[in-house]
Every structure is written in C-alpha cells, then in structure tokens.
C-alpha cells in the first residue's frame, strides 16, 4: 500500500464548517476500528448498535451548539485535515512504517486520543514505536482516575437527600443454594495465571466454572442467561486478566449487581475501597494463604447473619454499572463524541499541546503485582514468561 497515495475519501476541508444556523461542525476520525464492531454491530447481533458503524455519520451536541462528522480508516493517509483522530484498535496491525505515514500525514493542531478500556498490557495495536512515545497522544480515554476522560467499568455514590425505600437485606440469602462461580473466556492470561488460581482452589473448596475456560456454558451477551445461572451463588470469583491500578472491570461490578459477593484480584485493595461500595467484597490482601480464603467463605456461607453484613451498603448509596456490550461500544457512542467535542472547543486555539507517553511510568508501569500478600503472588507470570497462543485474547 502507498499511504502518500490520494485518498477516495471526503477528508473535511477545514477544521471549522459554519452551516445555515451558524452552527459549528467539528471533524472526528476513528483510526483503526476493531474489525470486530464491524461483525457485531448488525440487525442479527446487536441491531441497536448498527446505526454506530455507518459511516460517515454526524452526532448532534446541543451543549455546544455543535455537531461531530465521524468517519472511519484504517489508512494513515486519511488523517490529513480532521480535528481529532481516535486510535481504538487493539489488535498489532499498526507497523512502524505505519506510525511513520500516520505522524507524517499528522494535520498541525490535530488531537490524537487513545480510547480504550483495556489495560496497555492488551492493546499493543495503539502502542506506538518508542520513537514516538512522547509525541503522539495529546489525551487518553481509559478506566484511570487520571485519564483526561475517566471512564470506568462502574461507580457507587452514597445516598443524597431522600433515600428509597429500605431494602430487606435477607433478600440476597434467599434461594442461594451454591458456594461460588466463576466464568472466563480468556484463559491464557498475560500478566498471572488465573487458571492455576481457579484450579487450586477447586482443590479445597466447590467452584463451578463457565466460559470457554469452565465446564458450563453461558452467553455473555444474554442477560436473562446470566441472572438465572449467577442467582443460585454467594460469591463470585472476580478474577481481573491483569493486575494494575484502577482497573475493576465488569466483572466486579457485574457480581454486585447480580447480587453476589465479589471476590477479587486484579487492583490494589486501596483501589477497590475507593470505588466500591463500603464492605461489599473480599480482596485477596485480607488473607495470609488461600486456604485461609476458603475456609472464610466457607464460614460465610453457613452463617447468613455475617453474609449479610455485605449487602448493607444497599441501603446506603447506589451503583452505576454498564452491561459488557456497552463498555464493548464506548469509542463509538455519542457521548464519547462529545466529550471529546468538549475538550477540543477548550483547546482549540493551542497549536501544541503538551503530550505523555501513556505506555511508560503512568500507564504501563501500574500493572505490577496482584497483592501485597507473597501467596497470590506466587500466581504471577515471570518476565521472560512466553504464551503458547499468538492472539492475546486466547
């Protein structure tokens, strides 16, 4: 491919287009869609989400009093001229010659994102050449606190002013006849070998398992399938593929929904007690052995005044979660749209705008260890550690 070739596309002409109402039009392009939108986002897959990949198409931000062209490429030579271009991709497509045409093709004044809701352990497809580190992002959109736009898998807020009516916290005791599920569909993990977690805690205690990597089966995409299968259990095994500040994903927030006890590795302790609700999940750092674990959640499962000290914090505040398939359409979503809207219309007339590298000490280096406690760490994959799979995500 010559990427210095023309282009068939309509690259927008000016940065600033005025229409009949004096309304202002901003250009935003998604570099590197993930193939798989394109597969998903279908009248037989997710028909509420086909209208996200027609491109080109314009989200309306009245807040602003202006509109977002969004369009798509795969090819660096189609950046020239947009306002924002946002690199979401994260497969390794993205060669150094590739990142050489894109910086080359790179409009003065145009703002780079990375959005993504992975850790940078599983998005090397927006990881640029160390050449390039410390010039290409002006702004991140990620699951951490200190992302320009902060995005996370779920939130809790305490009650303001008049509360709902109380809730009967027995509730989550009734009709839960099983210990403890776990459901993944990634089994070789880059950072810890969660499998080997799960397995040796089936050694001790009863764990069924779901997913590609258990022995039950249920749709993620199926909400109905999930609640009728996840209602039965007390705790969940919420097992994050990597260990690093801030990131609680789904999966955690998922569990409290449904009505279950997480119990996590994945960010530090402080992390969870700062995002979630107030003793609402059992983390890894409280125990000294797995077997003290175990043994704990045995305890709780055949005390039900202690198991429902976890469901307290129900009548105290209120969660806010998103469904996978929602988290799994963020970079395409009209509100992404114009939050980057909103941050552009505020930095506009800065030429140059001062730019990190994501993937050193801020980003990269805050996937470090799964506890503080040396028996959990004992799960964690060497340096030199080499998969047998190819694909990330196997």
């Given at each position: 491919?010559?990427?210095?070739?023309?282009?068939?596309?309509?690259?927008?002409?000016?940065?600033?287009?005025?229409?009949?109402?004096?309304?202002?039009?901003?250009?935003?392009?998604?570099?590197?869609?993930?193939?798989?939108?394109?597969?998903?986002?279908?009248?037989?897959?997710?028909?509420?989400?086909?209208?996200?990949?027609?491109?080109?198409?314009?989200?309306?931000?009245?807040?602003?009093?202006?509109?977002?062209?969004?369009?798509?490429?795969?090819?660096?030579?189609?950046?020239?001229?947009?306002d924002v271009v946002l690199f979401t991709n994260v497969y390794n497509w993205l060669t150094e010659d590739k990142w050489d045409w894109a910086h080359g093709n790179?409009?003065?004044?145009?703002?780079?994102?990375?959005?993504?809701?992975?850790?940078?352990?599983?998005?090397?497809?927006?990881?640029?050449?160390?050449?390039?580190?410390?010039?290409?992002?002006?702004?991140?959109?990620?699951?951490?606190?200190?992302?320009?736009?902060?995005?996370p898998y779920g939130a809790y807020a305490p009650y303001e002013g008049n509360k709902p009516l109380y809730i009967d916290e027995k509730r989550f005791i009734q009709?839960?006849?099983?210990?403890?599920?776990?459901?993944?569909?990634?089994?070789?993990?880059?950072?810890?070998?969660?499998?080997?977690?799960?397995?040796?805690?089936?050694?001790?205690?009863n764990v069924d398992t779901y997913g590609k990597c258990g022995d039950g089966t249920v749709e993620w995409s199926n909400q109905n399938a999930i609640v009728d299968?996840?209602?039965?259990?007390?705790?969940?095994?919420?097992?994050?593929?990597?260990?690093?500040?801030?990131?609680?994903?789904?999966?955690?927030?998922?569990?409290?929904?449904?009505?279950?006890?997480?119990?996590?590795?994945?960010?530090?302790?402080?992390?969870?007690?700062?995002?979630?609700?107030?003793?609402?999940?059992?983390?890894?750092?409280?125990?000294?052995?797995?077997?003290?674990?175990?043994?704990?959640?045995?305890?709780?499962?055949?005390?039900?005044?202690?198991?429902?000290?976890?469901?307290?914090?129900?009548?105290?505040?209120?969660?806010?979660?998103?469904?996978?398939?929602?988290?799994?359409?963020?970079?395409?979503?009209?509100?992404?749209?114009?939050?980057?809207?909103?941050?552009?219309?505020?930095?506009?007339?800065?030429?140059?705008?001062?730019?990190?590298?994501?993937?050193?000490?801020?980003?990269?280096?805050?996937?470090?260890?799964?506890?503080?406690?040396?028996?959990?760490?004992?799960?964690?994959?060497?340096?030199?550690?080499?998969?047998?799979?190819?694909?990330?995500?196997?």
């Amino acid at each position: 491919m010559d990427y210095s070739s023309s282009s068939e596309m309509n690259s927008p002409s000016s940065s600033v287009i005025r229409n009949n109402d004096d309304k202002c039009v901003k250009s935003v392009l998604l570099f590197g869609l993930r193939p798989l939108w394109l597969q998903v986002c279908t009248p037989t897959v997710f028909p509420e989400y086909e209208y996200l990949v027609k491109f080109p198409r314009v989200v309306d931000c009245p807040a602003f009093n202006c509109s977002v062209v969004l369009n798509h490429t795969d090819e660096p030579v189609e950046m020239k001229g947009y306002d924002v271009v946002l690199f979401t991709n994260v497969y390794n497509w993205l060669t150094e010659d590739k990142w050489d045409w894109a910086h080359g093709n790179r409009t003065k004044g145009q703002r780079w994102v990375m959005v993504t809701q992975e850790s940078p352990l599983y998005v090397p497809g927006v990881q640029p050449p160390s050449k390039y580190g410390k010039v290409t992002y002006d702004w991140t959109d990620t699951y951490k606190r200190d992302a320009e736009f902060f995005n996370p898998y779920g939130a809790y807020a305490p009650y303001e002013g008049n509360k709902p009516l109380y809730i009967d916290e027995k509730r989550f005791i009734q009709n839960k006849t099983k210990l403890i599920a776990w459901m993944a569909s990634h089994c070789e993990t880059l950072h810890w070998d969660r499998l080997k977690f799960v397995h040796e805690l089936q050694t001790i205690i009863n764990v069924d398992t779901y997913g590609k990597c258990g022995d039950g089966t249920v749709e993620w995409s199926n909400q109905n399938a999930i609640v009728d299968t996840f209602s039965k259990y007390k705790f969940y095994l919420s097992l994050e593929n990597c260990c690093c500040d801030d990131y609680i994903t789904e999966k955690f927030w998922r569990s409290l929904k449904l009505g279950m006890v997480p119990v996590v590795v994945g960010a530090p302790y402080e992390h969870y007690l700062k995002f979630a609700p107030p003793n609402s999940f059992i983390h890894m750092d409280m125990f000294d052995s797995m077997s003290e674990l175990a043994a704990y959640l045995l305890e709780l499962h055949t005390n039900d005044n202690l198991y429902k000290e976890y469901f307290k914090w129900r009548n105290m505040g209120v969660l806010t979660t998103h469904i996978m398939k929602e988290h799994f359409v963020l970079p395409l979503i009209d509100e992404t749209q114009c939050s980057l809207l909103s941050k552009y219309l505020e930095t506009e007339h800065v030429l140059e705008l001062p730019k990190l590298d994501y993937f050193g000490p801020s980003w990269y280096e805050s996937c470090t260890y799964c506890g503080r406690k040396s028996w959990i760490n004992t799960f964690m994959y060497p340096k030199n550690y080499s998969r047998s799979e190819d694909d990330i995500w196997a």
